[in-house]
């Protein structure tokens, strides 16, 4: 795709980038399997349902423990089939894309802290659960529409 002189005509360098655009967003958004945000859901619903546990002493640590075991799995799915997948290392994402949904799902962890504290109703945790779950299966029904379904 090179001239005599070494230098790609407009059209060449247009088509270069157009490629490179291409291969850019292959690597940032592979295809992801509907199974991923299903299991991711569950997590994000799961780490709501947690503060539904005892609030004694052994509970306290119950939810610390189940907290973090959630997080490991789940950030290690993510790295798995997203990040860090075969034949890709450590994919850089753009921040501004992930901004609504990590607002969706932190807002909700907040919404529910403060109704939960402010009036003692901790069923307002399987109303969080349930928005966050609807969240990541809405985001990832999206995400398989626009760049595939990863089967």
């Known amino acids: 795709m090179a001239t005599q002189d070494g230098a790609p005509t407009p059209h060449e360098a247009q088509e270069m980038l157009r490629q490179l ?3 850019e967003e292959a690597v940032r958004y592979p295809p992801i399997p509907a199974w991923f945000f299903a299991v991711q859901a569950g997590a994000v619903a799961a780490l709501h349902l947690i503060r539904l ?5 052994a509970g306290r640590t ?4 189940a907290i973090l075991a959630i997080a490991l799995a789940a950030g290690g ?6 990040l860090n997948r075969d034949g890709v ?5 753009k921040l501004t894309d992930m901004v609504p949904f990590l607002a969706a799902i932190l807002g909700s962890f907040a919404v529910c802290w403060a109704v939960a504290e402010a009036t ?3 069923w307002v945790w399987i ?3 349930v928005f966050s779950a609807a969240v990541v299966f809405v985001t990832g029904a999206r995400y398989r529409r626009t760049y595939g379904d990863g089967r």
């Open 127 to 129: 109303v969080g659960a």
């Open 120 to 122: 003692g109703a901790r």
């Open 62 to 65: 119950a939810q610390l423990v």
């Open 21 to 23: 655009a291409g291969d």
């Open 77 to 82: 799915l993510g790295s798995r089939y997203w």
């Open 89 to 93: 290392g450590w994919v850089s994402m």
């Open 53 to 57: 546990l005892p609030s004694s002493d």
